[in-house]
Nanobody, 119 residues
């Protein structure tokens, strides 16, 4: 069982920032890209950003481009989020899989961390 562990969620006001962390088993980094996803209440899971562990390339969904930044340090992958708005409220997940923003392509998921944006 592959375990990814997210942390860093919380309550933040509109316009605020949060930095999420995802600790990844080291052996996973040899085979998979790491992606960040989110799922808002009543909605499907949405791909946000990916980092390729082979060459460090990064990819972003249009909904977060310019506000979110994905990065990696050793076996931790981060998602720095700025200028958060109410629509960013969701459970955020990291996952290991291919270089795609399609959640269905991913087999290994963390447990999720809640991000709530509220005045």
């Amino acid at each position: 069982q592959v375990q990814l562990v997210e942390s860093g969620g919380g309550l933040v006001q509109p316009g605020g920032s949060l930095k999420l962390s995802c600790v990844v088993p080291e052996f996973i980094l040899d085979y998979y890209a790491i992606g960040w996803f989110r799922q808002a209440p009543g909605k499907g899971r949405e791909g946000l950003s990916i980092i390729s562990t082979s060459d460090g390339s990064t990819y972003y969904a249009d909904s977060v481009k310019g506000r979110f930044t994905i990065s990696r340090e050793k076996n931790t992958v981060y998602l720095q989020m700025h200028n958060l708005n109410l629509e960013d409220t969701a459970v955020y997940y990291c996952a290991a899989g291919p270089v795609t923003l399609r959640p269905r392509e991913y087999d290994h998921w963390g447990q999720g961390t809640q991000v709530t944006v509220s005045p």
